[in-house]
């Protein structure tokens, strides 16, 4: 049996929708022989791999990094899953959208801070934010989306038994925004 | 007032011949025959005002999908509720609903208890098909009983109604224009300060958002509430 190669990235999330993944607890161990895990904070890979099958991304995008990054995604898998909500609308994380991204940054690191003593932004090696976070289906195609904050763990073990047996499931039945 | 003479008239639901009287509504007709239209701003016991959209069918002859909540039946029309068109058009009003104001669900008052949230799953829409607008208004938790947060109104009225129809205060009206428009308490001024409202708590009962809720209650007398003014709703359309 061919293994599906899978990938798992965290974007503009709190890692809640990647916690719900191993919240499938037993079930993992049956899911395992049918996956070669190549990306994911559960493995350590630095760049992402090429002819993936599977991407699962938790997260929206809210910066250059995480736009650069999905579109590699984009390129290099055959199926996109967006997990939880802050991947399909925004959620938590498109809240500052708002306020937008000037005022954050503003409040985080001047109004905030006693210690930003040249009083400029980071703008070296951390990523530039965006001006506004974005749901993943507005930067490029996602095959598929699972919402839930975060999305419950039978609904993504619904979903990925669904997508191994090639059949199709209502998963409105397990989830929904703000699950 | 000089009263119509109402007739009853037959026609086509999904091919099903039903039958209601002249003066009945397309939905009245098809929850009647137990056929299932989707509804949103449609409340039993207010008046019809086709804000929401969401009651979209098709009438055979017709060039565009009409509101089932507000159509008046006519003899022999042919209906369908349910068609690949319908479907994608319930998606996309269902979608600009969402994007018009910020509906962060796990953060919201409603969250578990909404009748939008109930609608995405109900058309099994898993996300939007249009982009957010990232609309912000000031929330007025002046009143000492209730919060009004526009950030989740989706301006169905049924507030407005239920103010004027059943309470008869009339202490709110929707104010401003397309996009922008927001419920306002009499000249628009902070709920605490509405001479017109008793504090009936009507608006917050049948407000199907978070965007009208009661402080410090728990979820069961929230329940029982909304389960009173409800009742009182339809018992009045009954007994009409
Ligand atoms: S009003 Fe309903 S749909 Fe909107 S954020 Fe609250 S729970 Fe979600
Ligand atoms: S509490 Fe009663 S009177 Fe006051 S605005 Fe709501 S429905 Fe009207
Ligand atoms: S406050 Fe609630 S009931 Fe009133 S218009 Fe907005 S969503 Fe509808
Ligand atoms: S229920 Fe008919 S338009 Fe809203």
């Known amino acids: 049996m061919n293994k599906i190669r899978l990938a798992t990235i965290w974007l503009d999330g709190c890692s809640g929708c990647h916690m719900s993944f191993l919240d499938m607890d037993e079930r993992l161990i049956e899911l395992a022989p049918y996956f070669d895990v190549l990306y994911s904070p559960y493995v350590d890979t630095k760049e992402f791999p090429e002819n993936v099958d599977l991407t699962i991304v938790e997260g929206a995008l809210s910066s250059d990094h995480d736009l650069e990054i999905i579109k590699k995604i984009r390129a290099n898998s055959k199926l996109i899953l967006a997990l939880g909500d802050c991947a399909i609308t925004g959620n938590i994380s498109a809240m500052k959208n708002l306020y937008k991204s000037e005022a954050v940054l503003q409040r985080g690191y001047f109004e905030l801070s006693d210690i930003n003593k040249d009083n400029r932004y980071p703008s070296t090696v951390v990523p530039k934010l965006l001006d506004r976070v974005i749901p993943l289906h507005e930067a490029v195609k996602v095959d598929y989306f699972l919402p839930g904050c975060p999305t419950p763990a039978d609904a993504i073990y619904e979903m990925i038994h669904a997508l191994i047996n090639g059949t199709i499931i209502d998963i409105s039945k397990y989830t929904r925004f703000g699950k | ?240």
């Open chain 2, 1 to 240: 007032m000089i009263k119509q003479k109402v007739r009853v008239k037959s026609f086509k639901i999904n091919d099903i011949t039903v039958t209601g009287r002249s003066d009945q509504t397309l939905l009245e007709v098809a929850k009647e025959h137990d056929i299932f239209i989707p509804t949103l701003c449609y409340l039993e016991g207010l008046s019809c005002v086709g804000s929401c959209r969401l009651c979209l069918v098709e009438v055979k002859g017709a060039r565009e999908l009409v509101p089932a909540c507000t159509s008046k039946i006519k003899e022999d029309m042919e209906v369908f509720t349910t068609s690949e068109k319908i479907d994608s058009h319930r998606k996309m009003i269902l979608s600009m609903i969402f994007s018009e104001r910020s509906h962060t669900c796990s953060v919201c008052e409603a969250n578990g208890d909404c009748e939008l949230q109930d609608k995405s799953v109900e058309l099994q829409l898993d996300h939007s098909l249009v982009p957010y607008i990232d609309s912000r208004f000031a929330i007025d938790a002046s009143h000492k009983n209730f919060v009004h947060d526009p950030n989740r109104c989706i301006l169905c009225s049924r507030c407005v109604r239920v103010c004027n129809e059943i309470e008869g205060a009339n202490a709110i009206n929707i104010g401003g224009r397309g996009i922008n428009s927001m419920i306002i308490h009499d000249m628009d001024e902070p709920w605490i300060d509405s001479q017109s409202c008793t504090s009936c708590g009507k608006c917050v009962y049948v407000c199907p958002t978070g965007a009208l809720y009661e402080k410090e209650i728990t979820k069961e007398d929230v329940t029982t509430k909304r389960e009173i003014i409800r009742n009182l709703l339809k018992n009045r359309a009954e007994n009409e």
